[in-house]
């Protein structure tokens, strides 16, 4: 029972260049969502999704999208990487939403120069 | 709109002593759903507790409590007789059935070095 896992680590991008993160869960959670952590800032949610094939807003959607094929991956994607892009990226699943307690990745690093 | 405030940035102890990280939270609800989280120097969220609204008894466990009082509206944690392991961000989050497009906000962490 692997947990959270994101893909890739780290990863660093020029300007204007787009990728793609991956989070995988295999708790058959419903509820996924992708966050930034910036120094000083806590962590800010950027998309989440309720179930598979849906997604919404969260606090910070400005520059990502995210997709939602299937229930166990959630994808965020970058289509014009920016420096105020640079951050940690975590995702997260959840049984439910207020109720459940959310269980995290271990985080993506990525630097846009 | 919810909020969660944690006013200390940075605290310092040296082992075995006691610390409190302080939580204030604002809502309007009367169901929410407060939450403690640690983030190690490795970097990842390690979920520590869940408390709802409803349930103000204080809990233990280990090294660790949580005093949570509505009254004041705040979820402080105590950590007993600190170890070096315990240096980490601690995170206090906030979650409500009506909380639009943030199902959880989290406080900006507390950053806890603790010396030997």
């Known amino acids: 029972n692997a947990g959270v896992t994101q893909t890739p680590k780290f990863r660093v991008l020029k300007t204007g260049q787009s990728m793609t993160l991956l989070c995988a869960q295999d708790m058959n959670h419903e509820y996924m969502y992708w966050y930034r952590q910036d120094p000083g800032m806590g962590l800010r949610l950027i998309h989440y999704s309720v179930g598979e094939g849906t997604t919404a807003k969260g606090e910070v959607p400005d520059g990502y999208n995210v997709s939602r094929l299937k229930k166990q991956n959630f994808l965020l994607g970058l289509e014009s990487a920016a420096p105020s892009q640079t951050s940690v990226y975590f995702c997260a699943s959840s049984y439910g939403q207020a109720a459940d307690t959310q269980y995290f990745g271990p985080g993506t690093r990525l630097t846009v120069l | 709109a919810q909020k969660v405030t944690q006013a200390q940035t940075e605290i310092s102890v040296v082992e075995k002593e006691d610390v409190t990280l302080d939580c204030v939270y604002e809502?309007?609800?009367?169901?929410?759903?407060l939450f403690w989280y640690k983030q190690p120097p490795s970097g990842e969220l390690v979920f520590l507790i869940r408390?709802?609204?409803?349930?103000?008894q204080n809990e233990i466990s280990g090294r660790y409590s949580w005093n949570f009082q509505k009254s004041t509206s705040s979820f402080n944690f105590t950590i007993t007789a600190s170890q070096v392991v315990d240096s980490a961000v601690y995170f206090c989050?906030?979650?409500?059935?009506?909380?639009?497009?943030?199902?959880?906000?989290f406080g900006k962490g507390t950053r806890l070095s603790v010396i030997a």
């Open positions: 408390r709802n609204s409803f349930d103000e």
């Open positions: 809502t309007r609800d009367t169901t929410y759903y």
């Open positions: 989050a906030l979650s409500d059935p009506h909380s639009g497009n943030t199902p959880l906000v």
